[in-house]
């Protein structure tokens, strides 16, 4: 769990830097995309080099490690929302209505102003 906190935080305060003048879904975005990794590359290294019973006890490593990141930035996005860092103001509409719906056409727009 530290390792994948840690680099949401820190992910945060790069993206949080004036210099890089990004907007605050974009923020988001950047945060979602720097700390969720590609397990998949791990968990096919480990059907290559470990054999046995050894696989099963690697994959749940790998398995661990998806579920911690899915948690922790779901815990995220949550926060997002209600901060207002998304592209849906949560005074706008729920978070259950936000999480399902479609918002590209406003990222679209923004980027138009």
């Not at 879904?25 to 945060?31: I, Y």
């Not at 690697?58 to 998806?66: G, K, N, S």
């Not at 779901?74 to 936000?98: D, K």
Request: proline letters at 4%; one cysteine or more; aromatic letters at 14%.
């Amino acid at each position: 769990w530290f390792p994948i906190v840690m680099t949401t935080c820190i992910m945060i305060l790069l993206t949080s830097v004036e210099y890089f003048a990004l907007a605050k879904p974009e923020r988001v975005a950047v945060v979602i995309e720097a700390v969720y990794q590609n397990t998949a590359l791990g968990a096919t290294m480990i059907l290559k080099m470990f054999h046995g019973p050894h696989i099963a006890d690697a994959m749940c490593v790998v398995v661990l490690f998806q579920l911690s990141q899915g948690t922790v930035l779901i815990v995220f996005g949550v926060w997002a929302h209600f901060m207002n860092w998304t592209l849906v103001s949560p005074r706008e509409m729920s978070l259950f209505r936000a999480f399902f719906g479609n918002y590209q056409d406003r990222a679209g727009a923004q980027l138009l102003d």
